[in-house]
């Protein structure tokens, strides 16, 4: 008797989309024909746990783009679709963490992480048990009394990225959050940001003009050109992770979208 193998080929792991973009534009002011738009025909998408850099000279509008993915503003054509329903307005589902941070001046870490968990009908026991966890992935656990004024910038951003992730955010949207940090603060806080994304697998938006940093933190980068801002390329990185900045192949990514920003 012969026996037949049959080998079945394993379907690649493709999570669904969740986040859709689609013919956005954004004009400012009277949006009458001569006002220039700001974004033009923007179109993409995100799937489930993506990490998308969207990457552009300073004014092409990636801070405007996150303001409407976020729903702090409207386009002004267009769509922004999350898990089918539109957006509209700012929700629970999304998260923004900005260079500056946004702290509670007068409230302690501790009280800064737990912030958004008020008013969600959880247990006062379970919320302790959830802040102590995020304190600790955050490496704050032995700061959680002090208030923002004593810390440092890179310890704000670790509480900043706490008290959203905490929320459990379909998206977290992040505009050049460690822009202000010194190198070596800010290379920290890119490991930080990669390793909470591996363990906690939300989806990320993150607005940058660093190359660098865009190529060590992305699975694609989306590359704005200017006047209008429109997408000039959606660029998947194929670098294995975790990434390592000495490399020939990360230096040659990193090569080949210098030569492109410098086009655009
Ligand atoms: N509320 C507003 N009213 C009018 N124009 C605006 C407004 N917000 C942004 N703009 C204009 O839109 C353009 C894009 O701005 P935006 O801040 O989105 O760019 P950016 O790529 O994030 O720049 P940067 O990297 O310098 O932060 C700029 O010309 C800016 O002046």
Redesign the pocket.
Known sequence: MTTRLHIVKKRPDVKPVILEIEGLSKG??TNGPAQPR?LEHISFSARRGEMICIL?R???????LLKILAGFLPPSSGSVRLKGRPVDRPGPDRCVVFQEDALFPWLTVRENIAFGLKGRGMDHRDQQREVDRFLSLVGLADFEDFLPQDISGGMKQRVSLARVLILQPEVLLMD?PFAALDAQTREEMQNLLLDLWERLSHTVVF?T?DVNEAVLLADRIILLEKDP?RIREDITIDLPRPRKKESDRYFDHCRSMMAKINQV
């Open positions: 400012f002011g700001v552009g300073s004014g092409c509008g990636k801070s405007t050049e607005v003009h801002g």
